[in-house]
């Protein structure tokens, strides 16, 4: 069975730091771009980072930027969200997903296999 598990979401004060992580099973997902995508209480899913196959260059949301950074172990196949600075407005779940293919893009129709998600909220 081929899936997507998040893990690491939480609680955490204005200015926290968490790591999400992402365990993919049933196949390798080496060969496609990884992404990170967010959805707050009643907002419209959005990208918050994705990284190429080989992890070697990633795109940011502009919200993001500087204070999130997207990682993965190729041979753990496995995807990491280091969030650092965190703001309440951050406070959202969390999806990880698995491109079609190999170029970043935030656009939901490029990823075909998705996560349960995790519940990210960031108190003031």
């Known amino acids: 069975q081929v899936q997507l598990v998040e893990s690491g979401g939480g609680l955490v004060q204005a200015g926290g730091s968490l790591t999400l992580l992402c365990a993919a099973s049933g196949r390798t997902f080496s060969n496609v771009a990884m992404g990170w995508f967010r959805q707050g209480p009643g907002k419209e899913r959005e990208g918050v980072a994705v990284?190429?196959?080989?992890?070697?260059?990633?795109t940011y949301n502009d919200s993001v930027k500087g204070r999130f950074t997207v990682s993965r172990d190729n041979a753990k196949n496995t995807v990491y969200l280091q969030m650092n600075s965190l703001k309440p407005e951050d406070t959202a779940v969390y999806y990880c997903?698995?491109?079609?293919?190999?170029?970043?893009?935030?656009?939901?129709?490029?990823?075909?296999?998705w996560g349960q998600g995790t519940q990210v909220t960031v108190s003031s």
């Open positions: 997903a698995a491109a079609r293919g190999t170029w970043e893009t935030f656009d939901r129709g490029q990823y075909d296999i």
């Open positions: 990284i190429s196959p080989r992890g070697r260059t990633a």
